[in-house]
C-alpha cells in the first residue's frame, strides 16, 4: 500500500520488521538488538559534528561562568536530556543552577504520557521566556523526528537570545537541523516498531548525549587521567572513590590521601594539589585562574 505524502525514516513501517511479533522470542530480540546496533554505527559519521558542538560549548561555558546548558524536547527525547543534566551534577560536580530544562508538558511530563504538548508552540515559547534565555548559554533540543513543534521553538527562541544551539536528530534535512548553530545527524533509520523511537532514535541519542556532554566537561577540566575529580562523594563508595582518585593523582599513599580530602571537605581536585604539597586556599586560587585544568596549574608549577 502506497502512503500518502514523503514519510520520515523514524515513521517508516519497514518491510523487515513485518513478520516481527510472529518470530520466536530470540529472534524478535536478535532483531531488536540489530536495529539497535545499527542506530550505533549512525554514530560515527556524526563524531566530527558532536566533537565540534561540545568544544563550542566548552569554550562558550568558559567564557559566561553563568552560562547554563539547557536541554529541550519531548517525550523520550526531553527525558533522555535529563537524565544526561541530572547525572552532570555528581559525576562532574557541575553546579545545579547551571542547568535547566525545557520539557514540552512541563516536568509532570517525565513520569506521565503528554503526547500532545509536543506540537504546543506557544508553550515552547512561554517556557523559553520564563527561564530567561541569554548568551552563554548553551542550548541542547532534541527530536528523533527532527520535526517536533516545540523542540524547534526552544532552539529558535534560545538562538534569538544569543545563546549556543544544537540540534540532535535523527531524520536528514529537518528543521530543527536547520534551526541550530551544531547540528549532530544519526540517521538511525526505521524502528522494529514502526515510530517507536524510544527504541533505536533512543538509544542513539542517549549515546551521543553521553559523548557531547562528557567532552565537554572533559573540555572544562573536569577529568584527570580519565578520573572524575569534580566528583561529589556524597555516599560511601563515592568517599572511597575519591580516596582513590587522590591515591592516583597525587601519587601517594592511601592515608595521605584522608587527610588530605579531610582538609579539603572532600574536595577531590584540590586534595589532590594538597597531597602535592599545596595549601589549600592557594590550591583553590589556582584552580579558579586555571579554569579547574590540574594539567595547566601542574605544568606551570613544573609537575608534570
Not at 20 to 45: F, H, M, N, V, W
Not at 63 to 85: C, E, F, M, N, W
Request: glycine content about 8%.
Amino acid at each position: 500500500m502506497q502512503l500518502l505524502g514523503s514519510m520520515r525514516k523514524t515513521e517508516e513501517f519497514a518491510d523487515t520488521y513485518r513478520d516481527l511479533e510472529t518470530r520466536e522470542s530470540s529472534d524478535i530480540l536478535r532483531t531488536i538488538l540489530g536495529a539497535q546496533e545499527r542506530g550505533l554505527a549512525a554514530l560515527k559519521p556524526a563524531i566530527p559534528a558532536i566533537a565540534a558542538a561540545a568544544d563550542a560549548a566548552a569554550d562558550c561555558l568558559r567564557k559566561h561562568p553563568a552560562g547554563r546548558l539547557i536541554y529541550a524536547g519531548a517525550g523520550t527525547s526531553a527525558r533522555l536530556g535529563v537524565q544526561d543534566g541530572v547525572e552532570l551534577v555528581p559525576t562532574f560536580g557541575w553546579p545545579e543552577e547551571r542547568l535547566a530544562y525545557l520539557i514540552a508538558g512541563g516536568p509532570a511530563a517525565l513520569t506521565h504520557t503528554a503526547e500532545g504538548a509536543e506540537d504546543n508552540v506557544e508553550q515552547a515559547m512561554n517556557d523559553a521566556r520564563a527561564l530567561t534565555l541569554r548568551a552563554g548559554d548553551v542550548c541542547i533540543s532534541l527530536s528523533a523526528s527532527g520535526v517536533t513543534p516545540y523542540a524547534i521553538s526552544a532552539c529558535n527562541a534560545a538562538r534569538t537570545a544569543g545563546a549556543l544551539t544544537i540540534g540532535i536528530a535523527n531524520n536528514p534535512d529537518t528543521p530543527l537541523l536547520y534551526s541550530a548553530d551544531h547540528a549532530i545527524l544519526m540517521e538511525s533509520g526505521p524502528e522494529p516498531i514502526g515510530g517507536s523511537t524510544r527504541m533505536t532514535a533512543g538509544t542513539t541519542q542517549k549515546v551521543a548525549l553521553n559523548l557531547f556532554s562528557t567532552l565537554t566537561m572533559i573540555r572544562m577540566g573536569r577529568v584527570y587521567h580519565g578520573m572524575m575529580v569534580d566528583v561529589i562523594p556524597s555516599n560511601a563508595k563515592l568517599r572511597k572513590r575519591a580516596v582513590r582518585i587522590v591515591v592516583v593523582g597525587a601519587d601517594t599513599d592511601e592515608s595521605t590521601a584522608r587527610a588530605a580530602l579531610e582538609t579539603t571537605d572532600y574536595h577531590v581536585k584540590t586534595a589532590i594539589l594538597v597531597a602535592l604539597g599545596f595549601n589549600a586556599d592557594a590550591a583553590d586560587d589556582l584552580i579558579e585562574t586555571h579554569h579547574g585544568d590540574l594539567h595547566a596549574i601542574l605544568a606551570v608549577r613544573g609537575i608534570e
